[in-house]
Each structure stands twice: as structure tokens, then as C-alpha cells.
């Protein structure tokens, strides 16, 4: 019988072409990870039947699930078996020939040309059957589901494949690599032997060398969070880290713990240290894989960690849901809630240890994943006391370019009249350290906080406080700052202003709330503050360049700065003009400082020359010397 019919040639599709060709051609510097590759391929392979064979048993039968690497010297090549769920005709299409993944795009975008960071990338988004042609300058591959005609595909690399049936009778894939001349050292047992140990000994698979007449299994085959800690090392555990997340920096830290009790399970929870190109995602779903009994049931199981944990990695194997669970039972469900909570409460644990004994580490952490984390104020208000223990930040009693201020550190230097914790919010952190509104807390020797992050608003007015401190804006109107900065000399200034106050308010009338003397400024003429209950300007911003409408749109105060030279001939300008002019310099001046943009910066411009000339003409010693 023969079910070989003649050859179709077939185009890869476009992305697949540019794919390929960068693998081949940048990454020849990394070729041993072809392997990884493919007996990781080989292995899901097997897991995807070991899965389907839970509602079809007859499927597996007797067999055992393994993976067979057969190097064969006089044919030069290296054969990846396994025996595992196989591919239909439209499936190897699918799979082989077109790159249906939206990682893809992202891959080719975030390539930074440099071949060693991008062998890193190659596996993180899932082309990884293409590295076979970094060693291969054909790939032969044959196989068979169970219930669908067996197939051969074969490739150089070069932009056609060539697929045809085939006569295999097995169930399974061989993969057939036809090594270039210079890659001829992965047919030496002893490499391939190095190579297993290296990237696959956790595999729960058996991996099976068979050279010449010899067979036997080269890895542990045994799932690698069931064996018992003291059995693992450092670099075990940094080698099965590598192996479940693809990356190829060592994790930071890990928690292993096996729990049993009402529900039992194992969680295993490494702390990457780089950064994922989709970290910023929301909707990316984590890093948690579950498995049920050892069986893997599904990757980035969301419902395991909350978002604001996702550069979380690891995985669950727990005996306490069915195996035929899906990713709508795992919403609301008991068993998942607690076991969600407990990684949470570990999540936690391993950043406090890390924060308390390696704070070198931690402020790594902070400036890779703290953005993330500090989400946890606004999610999860269970946690608020021990995230809000986490954070960093800058701070003006620190001049480093490294937030490291906690909140305890300034609780504990608050002076005894101080009620709240002040905080600063900035584009920049140059912004926020210049800010005028930091003037009258200067004088005071009070610390502010300086936040320079989008989300530090959301997150300050969630966390609400601290200790019993409230947190203040030094940027608005609120009891607490005001009380802070206020000083003797106010009251006096407020009659001798009343009347310039009320012009402003008339001139500057649907741009300002009003306009009042401030105690706040010791350099600058004016500053723009939010009202005490009033969204401040920054969040408005933020929300405008969003898209979105803000129904809580408050107009600002003006504050003068009455012993300021431009707010003192301010209210000696009796000239309405000349006031109108010396107003909108003022409020545009104050709107700058602020990081906003003006409506009409053009006139902005021209009344300052103006003002710059009339300045001149009045000392012309100065432009005559
Ligand atoms: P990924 O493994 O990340 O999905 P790959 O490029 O490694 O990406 O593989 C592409 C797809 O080809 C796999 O998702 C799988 O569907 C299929 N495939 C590859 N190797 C095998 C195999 N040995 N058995 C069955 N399917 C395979
Ligand atoms: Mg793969």
C-alpha cells in the first residue's frame, strides 16, 4: 500500500519568509538551542495526546509517551521522534507554513539586530520549529494523527516547502534534520547527551538517545516540582526556569512549596528579572501554567494571579480540579480562588525577603516591575498595607535619580506638626524637582514626594493612606497643604491683593476658579493649583490624551506670590491692557510650570517680547552698554 502522492509545492506565507531568514542568518551564534526547541515541540506534542486521551482512552493505550533522538552518521542526520498527537494535512499547512500568531509581528519589531539578544527572543514567541534550519539545510518532517493520513514535509529554508502523503503507520512526528557539514557535531552522542541535561532533564517525559544498537533514557523524566527541594539546586532550578519561560536570564527568586491540606497543590513562582516585551498589556494574562496530576492542563491560566502580579512565572499542579477543566470553570471557582489567594500571599513574601535582605536587587526589581505592582493599590484593597510598604519613591530629601523612599522611612521623619504626606506629581522627575509648588515646603524643610509615573495619581488617591497619614497633593487646595505652608504674613498680603485678585478673576474669567494670594511661593510669581476637591491638572491631562471626557473638570486657583516683583507692578498697573497683557503671562507662566500646554502660545510669546522691550526701554543703560 502506498499513500505517498505527488509533492504539492507550497510558498511560505511573507512574515514566515522574513522569520526564517533571520533565524538562519542571525542566529548560527546560538545553534544548540534548535534542540530545545524541538523536544520541547516534540513534548507538547505528547502532552496535547495525554490530554486528549483523558475523554479517549483508546488513543494512548498501553503506550508510553516519550521522545527518541536517533543521530544517524552515515546519513548525517538527526532525527527528533515522538510519539505524540501528530498533524493532519491542513494542521502542518497551519503550523509550519504560515505564522498565525500575533506574537509574530511583535517578534520582528522587537529583533534589536544584535544576534544574541534575539536567540533569546526566538522560543518567548513561539518560532521555534524554524530553528531546526540553523543547523538543517533540509528538514524532512513525517507525521500522523490517529485518525487522519500520515504526511511528509520537507523544506531548505528557502521560502517553498514541499508536502505530499506519506506511508508512516505510526502515531507521532519525526523531524528530520539533514545537518550542514559544519554542524555535524550533533550527531555525537556525547553532545546531545550534554544538550538534554542541559535544556530537558525536568521534562516529565522520558528522552530516549538511541545510538547504534544502544537505547536509553538520558534525562530525570520526572516532573521536576515534584522532586523534593533538597534534591535541587540553584541551577536546576534556574535550568527549569529557563525551560518554562524561554528567557535566558536567570530568574531573580523562587518559591517551591508543596501544600497540603483542604485543597493540595505545588506551586512553584520564579521572579524574573527582565522584562517581557508585552509586560505592559493589561490584558496579557501572567505567567502561571496549571497542570492537573502532572498533567499540563493550560499556560497563562489568568485566574491564578491577578494582573497586577503578571511578571510573575511558575506554575500550580494541583489533584483538587478535574482534569477536563477549562477556563471557564476556572472562574469562580472555590478551589482556584484559594489557591490564587496563597500565590498571591507568596508573590508578596518573596518581594518583602527580597526588599528586607537584598534591597540592591530589589530596587531592580522596582525599576523593571514596580509600575506593575503599584497597580495592586488600585486592584486589590486587601493588599494596600503590604504594597503600599513596597513602593519607592523619589523624593526631595533624597537628590539620587533612584526612587528609593519608602513610606515608612518618610512617616518616620515627619515632623511633629506635619499632618500629611505630601506628594509632588510630574511629567519628569527634572519637572517635579523644579516645581514651584515644592517652594513654601522647601522653606519648611518638609519632604515631598516626587511621582513621575501616569498611574501615580489613581494610585495615591487609592492608597487614600498610609499609617494613619493621609497622602496630599502639594499640587492642590487641601486643608492638609495649606496648613502646611501657611505663614503670618498671609493675612495681611490677602487685604493688600483683594482688589488685583478680583481683576485677575474677571480677565481670566472660564480659565481660573479665582485667583488668591499664596503662601506657597517663595521664587515664583504664580502657580496653578487644583481645588481641594478638584481633579488636579495633570490627571485631567492624562485623562485628555486618553480620550476620555472628564465630568469632574474643575477650573484652577491662581496663586500669587504677593512679595514677587511682576505680581507687585501687577497690581500697580492701573492700564487695562497693560493688566490684561501681565495676566495672561502670568497664568500661561504658571501653566507651563505645570507641564500644560497653552492655547495660543504664539500670543504667549508676543506679550512677553512685549513686556521684555518695555522692561528694556526702562533701563536703557543696559542696552546702550
Ligand atoms: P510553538 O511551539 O511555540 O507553538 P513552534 O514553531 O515551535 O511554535 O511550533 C509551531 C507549531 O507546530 C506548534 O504549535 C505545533 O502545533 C506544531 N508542531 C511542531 N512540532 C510538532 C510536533 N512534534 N508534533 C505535533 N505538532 C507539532
Ligand atoms: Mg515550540
Given at each position: 500500500m502506498t499513500t505517498q502522492t505527488q509533492p504539492q509545492i507550497k510558498e511560505f506565507q511573507a512574515e514566515t519568509k522574513q522569520v526564517l531568514r533571520l533565524v538562519i542568518h542571525s542566529l548560527y551564534s546560538h545553534k544548540e538551542i534548535f534542540l530545545r526547541e524541538l523536544i520541547s515541540n516534540a513534548s507538547d506534542a505528547c502532552e496535547k495526546l495525554r490530554f486528549e486521551a483523558l475523554a479517549r482512552p483508546d488513543l494512548l493505550g498501553a503506550d508510553t509517551l516519550s521522545v527518541t533522538l536517533v543521530p544517524d552518521a552515515a546519513a548525517g542526520t538527526l532525527s527528533i521522534k515522538d510519539n505524540g498527537i501528530g498533524m493532519s494535512e491542513a494542521e502542518v499547512i497551519d503550523n509550519l507554513g504560515t505564522?498565525?500568531?500575533?506574537g509574530t509581528k511583535k517578534f520582528l519589531e522587537t529583533l534589536s539586530g544584535d544576534s544574541a539578544k534575539d536567540a533569546q527572543l526566538i522560543g518567548q514567541f513561539g518560532v521555534g520549529f524554524y530553528s531546526a534550519f540553523i543547523v538543517a539545510d533540509k528538514v524532512t518532517l513525517l507525521t500522523k494523527r490517529t485518525d487522519t493520513p500520515a504526511v511528509r514535509w520537507e523544506s531548505d529554508g528557502e521560502g517553498q516547502y514541499q508536502i505530499q502523503g506519506d506511508d508512516k503507520a505510526d502515531r507521532g512526528t519525526e523531524v528530520i534534520l539533514h545537518l550542514r557539514d559544519e554542524d555535524k557535531e550533533f550527531l555525537e552522542p556525547a553532545r546531545l547527551r550534554q544538550l538534554v541535561r542541559k535544556y530537558s532533564d525536568h521534562l516529565s517525559l522520558p528522552i530516549i538517545l538511541k545510538a547504534g544498537d544502544t537505547e536509553d533514557t538520558?534525562?530525570?523524566?520526572?516532573?521536576?516540582?515534584?522532586?523534593?527541594?533538597?534534591?535541587?539546586s540553584d541551577e536546576d532550578y534556574q535550568a527549569f526556569y529557563k525551560h518554562i519561560t524561554h528567557d535566558s536570564e536567570d530568574a531573580r527568586v523562587w518559591a517551591h512549596n508543596k501544600v497540603e491540606g483542604s485543597i493540595e497543590y505545588t506551586s512553584l513562582l520564579y521572579l524574573p528579572k527582565r522584562v517581557p516585551f508585552?509586560?505592559?498589556?493589561?490584558?496579557?494574562?501572567?505567567g502561571i501554567q496549571l497542570y492537573v496530576k502532572r498533567v499540563f492542563i493550560m499556560d497563562k491560566a489568568a485566574e491564578l494571579l491577578p494582573p497586577y502580579l503578571r511578571f510573575m512565572r511558575g506554575l500550580v499542579d494541583t489533584a483538587d480540579l478535574p482534569l477536563n477543566v477549562s477556563r471557564e470553570l476556572l472562574q469562580n471557582n472555590r478551589t482556584v480562588e484559594k489557591i490564587k489567594s496563597a500565590l498571591v500571599k507568596r508573590s508578596l513574601d518573596l518581594l518583602e525577603d527580597l526588599a528586607a535582605n537584598k534591597p540592591e536587587e530589589y530596587a531592580e526589581f522596582w525599576k523593571a516591575f514596580g509600575v506593575v505592582l503599584k497597580e495592586g493599590i488600585i486592584d486589590d484593597a486587601g493588599q494596600k498595607e503590604r504594597i503600599g510598604k513596597l513602593l519607592r519613591f523619589h523624593s526631595t530629601a533624597v537628590v539620587g535619580d533612584v526612587p528609593e523612599v519608602t513610606l515608612q522611612q518618610y512617616v518616620a521623619r515627619m515632623k511633629a506638626e506635619q499632618k500629611a504626606i505630601y506628594f509632588l506629581t510630574a511629567d519628569t522627575l527634572a519637572a517635579a524637582r523644579n516645581s514651584p509648588h515644592l517652594e513654601g515646603f522647601r522653606v519648611k524643610d518638609m519632604e515631598v514626594l516626587l511621582l513621575t509615573d501616569r498611574i501615580d495619581e489613581w494610585v495615591a488617591g487609592h492608597l487614600h493612606e498610609f499609617e494613619g497619614k493621609a497622602l496630599a497633593n502639594v499640587a492642590s487646595s487641601a486643608a492638609d497643604v495649606a496648613s502646611a505652608i501657611e505663614t503670618p504674613e498671609k493675612a495681611a498680603a490677602e487685604s493688600a491683593f483683594k482688589d488685583t485678585a478680583e481683576r485677575l478673576g474677571k480677565i481670566l474669567s472660564g480659565k481660573i476658579a479665582n485667583a488668591q494670594v499664596s503662601a506657597r511661593l517663595t521664587d515664583s510669581p504664580a502657580v496653578l493649583v487644583a481645588g481641594e476637591f478638584g481633579m488636579s491638572l495633570r490627571m485631567g491631562r492624562i485623562l485628555k490624551q486618553a480620550g476620555q471626557n472628564n465630568p469632574f473638570a474643575t477650573l484652577p486657583i491662581l496663586e500669587l506670590n504677593p512679595k514677587h516683583p511682576l505680581v507687585e507692578r501687577l497690581r500697580d498697573t492701573a492700564d487695562e491692557s497693560g493688566f490684561a497683557d501681565l495676566a495672561h503671562v502670568l497664568y500661561d507662566q504658571a501653566m507651563l510650570a505645570e507641564g500644560g500646554e497653552l492655547d495660543d502660545p504664539a500670543i504667549f510669546v508676543r506679550r512677553v517680547n512685549r513686556l521684555i522691550v518695555e522692561g528694556l526701554a526702562e533701563q536703557p543703560k543696559i542696552i546702550l552698554s
Open positions: 505564522i498565525a500568531r500575533s538520558v534525562n530525570q523524566a520526572k516532573a521536576f516540582w515534584t522532586r523534593p527541594k533538597a534534591e535541587l508585552d509586560l505592559f498589556e493589561r490584558e496579557q494574562k501572567g
